[in-house]
């Protein structure tokens, strides 16, 4: 649930890089605290149901978090958003896809006597491989992307 949460964080790394170099920066400050107070009501109001339900509350601000950081691109940075949802809904979809059955396979308590690491290891690794295959089969920039190094590497031998 928790790394769901911070897959809606992926447009922030970019944000206050984008405002800065079209002199919008000055807005970041307002937005950060927005987001933070969303963050401290979602969790004091999930708070009492529980862990499991602070971490769902988690996902509710993150994607709080996202829409601003959105806004802020498109708005103050001129990013076509919509473009680059049409871009990037592949390799979205994908990671919906796979957590579905990565997330039953952690619910049949497969490993659960394996150290903590290993059994992370052992479950999210092969759905990481898949992902990326699934990336070459579909996805033509992804594939041109992840296959390049690989071109290259043939090409020098």
């Known amino acids: 649930i928790l790394a769901f949460a911070q897959f809606l964080t992926l447009p922030a790394f970019v944000t206050e890089t984008l405002l800065s170099i079209t002199g919008e920066v000055s807005r970041m400050p307002r937005a950060s605290l927005v987001v933070a107070l969303v963050a401290v009501i979602v969790t004091l109001v999930a708070a009492p149901f529980g862990i499991v339900a602070v971490a769902w509350s988690q996902i509710a601000l993150q994607a709080v978090f996202f829409w601003v950081h959105m806004r802020l691109q498109s708005k103050h940075a001129g990013v076509k958003v919509m473009r680059v949802a049409g871009m ?61 190094p690989l071109r290259r590497k043939h090409a020098r031998t």
């Open 88 to 148: 990037t809904w592949k390799p979205a979809a994908w990671v919906a896809l796979l957590a579905i059955p990565l997330y039953m396979l952690e619910q049949a308590h497969i490993g659960t006597t394996w150290h903590p690491l290993l059994r992370v290891i052992g479950l999210c690794l092969p759905f990481g491989v898949a992902y990326l295959v699934c990336l070459v089969a579909t996805d033509s920039f992804a594939r041109q992307l992840l296959l390049a």
